[in-house]
């Protein structure tokens, strides 16, 4: 059995829900992928998905819709998505089993090469 590309706690689908009931326009979901920035070379986005794009994956928790950036499947295969609150922050934040490092700030991670 293949592991899923990402999977969702409880917090991280309540936050969606909450997200997605509160955009200006009908949405299908939420997008999840990695950019290229950060001191450690790649940094995850959350993002309103109006449909699904070509070639995207999706993962379904407790009624959410997660549509995966193509680009990002190698970097978060196997990662869980959580939101978390505490005093000076609140957002999502992923486990990622294939990160190699992360600065300091928590803000990028850095994935070596597959071989």
Same mark, same amino acid.
């Not at 449909?51 to 190698?74: R, S």
């Given at each position: 059995?293949? $592991?899923?590309?990402?999977?969702?706690?409880?917090?991280?689908?309540? +936050?969606?829900?909450?997200?997605?009931?509160? &955009?200006?326009?009908?949405? $299908? %979901?939420? +997008?999840?992928? /990695?950019?290229? +920035?950060?001191?450690?070379?790649?940094?995850? *986005?959350?993002?309103? $998905? !109006? !449909?699904?794009?070509? *070639?995207?994956?999706? /993962? !379904? $928790?407790? %009624?959410?819709?997660?549509?995966?950036?193509?680009?990002?499947?190698?970097?978060?295969? %196997? &990662?869980?998505?959580?939101?978390?609150?505490?005093?000076?922050?609140?957002? *999502? /934040?992923?486990?990622?089993?294939? !990160?190699?490092? +992360?600065? %300091?700030?928590?803000? &990028? *991670?850095?994935?070596?090469?597959?071989?």
């Amino acid at each position: 059995m293949t $592991a899923p590309i990402l999977t969702l706690t409880e917090a991280a689908t309540d +936050r969606a829900k909450l997200l997605i009931g509160q &955009s200006d326009k009908p949405v $299908a %979901g939420i +997008r999840v992928g /990695v950019k290229t +920035r950060g001191c450690s070379g790649y940094s995850y *986005f959350v993002e309103y $998905a !109006e !449909e699904a794009l070509p *070639f995207e994956e999706y /993962v !379904e $928790a407790n %009624g959410i819709k997660v549509y995966i950036d193509p680009m990002a499947t190698m970097f978060i295969l %196997g &990662s869980e998505m959580d939101y978390q609150e505490d005093k000076l922050n609140a957002g *999502f /934040v992923f486990t990622n089993p294939n !990160e190699t490092g +992360r600065c %300091g700030c928590g803000e &990028s *991670f850095s994935v070596d090469p597959q071989e």
